[in-house]
């Protein structure tokens, strides 16, 4: 079955940092989201992605942060300059269509990231 | 403003019996769609199960069922016949038809005793 993948599972990084998390979304998905969620809280959407070009954002979702596609299969989410608070899981979900009966968004298993 | 509220923050069911967890949500959009997700310990995401807003059936996945009551915007999950592996976070989100993003609930703890 067909499965959105995340790496690493971990990242461990000084504040300051820059990171990247990867993911990999579903083959024949075109609409492509990260979210994020601290620890012991829900789950909070900060950007979608289509056709290139960001669909959405939360306020969130400052200068601080930057998403690419960079090939056809690869999308990423850049952290600038980690700070404390960023420590959080990122989840990437992708989904066929926005609208639909394929509007379903998939996730991967997250990226825990902690900033020391 | 709050859009989902589960306000079940834990529960206990008997390992094969059912168990309802409450979502509510608030939108002004006619459409939209409603989502639940399991989370084990382990940390993923799961779909379980969607419910579009003019589905006229109430929406089964397995073992999963969501009693849709749109006038009361409510949309409980029913997990029957619980199992050990049940035990996980559920999440309840919605889409409103204009959005990109699910907006998520607080989430219940369920954990199945056998």
């Known amino acids: 079955e067909p499965e959105v993948t995340q790496t690493p599972s971990h990242q461990v990084t000084q504040m300051g940092q820059e990171v990247i998390l990867r993911c990999v979304p579903i083959s024949n998905h075109l609409y492509f989201y990260w979210y994020r969620q601290i620890l012991g809280q829900k789950v909070e959407f900060l950007v979608s992605?289509?056709?290139?070009?960001?669909?959405?954002k939360s306020e969130i979702f400052d200068d601080q942060f930057s998403v690419e596609r960079p090939d056809g299969s690869n999308f990423t989410l850049k952290i600038r300059s980690t700070k404390l608070e960023d420590s959080a899981m990122y989840f990437c979900?992708?989904?066929?269509?926005?609208?639909?009966?394929?509007?379903?968004?998939?996730f991967g298993a997250g990226t825990r990231l902690s900033v020391l | 403003a709050q859009k989902i509220t589960q306000t079940q923050p834990g529960m206990f069911v008997q390992e094969k019996e059912a168990v309802t967890l409450d979502c509510t949500y608030d939108?002004?959009?006619?459409?939209?769609?409603l989502f639940w997700y399991k989370q084990p310990s382990s940390g993923e995401m799961i779909f379980l199960i969607y419910q579009g807003s003019y589905d006229e059936q109430n929406a089964t996945e397995g073992r999963y069922s969501l009693n849709f009551q749109k006038a009361r915007k409510s949309a409980n999950l029913v997990i029957s016949a619980s199992q050990l592996g049940d035990s996980a976070m559920y999440f309840c989100a919605m889409r409103d038809t204009n959005d990109y993003k699910l907006s998520f609930g607080a989430g219940t703890t369920v954990t199945v005793r056998a």
């Open positions: 979900a992708s989904s066929e269509e926005r609208d639909g009966a394929k509007n379903i968004q998939y």
């Open positions: 992605f289509y056709n290139n070009e960001i669909s959405e």
């Open positions: 939108t002004s959009d006619q459409s939209y769609g």
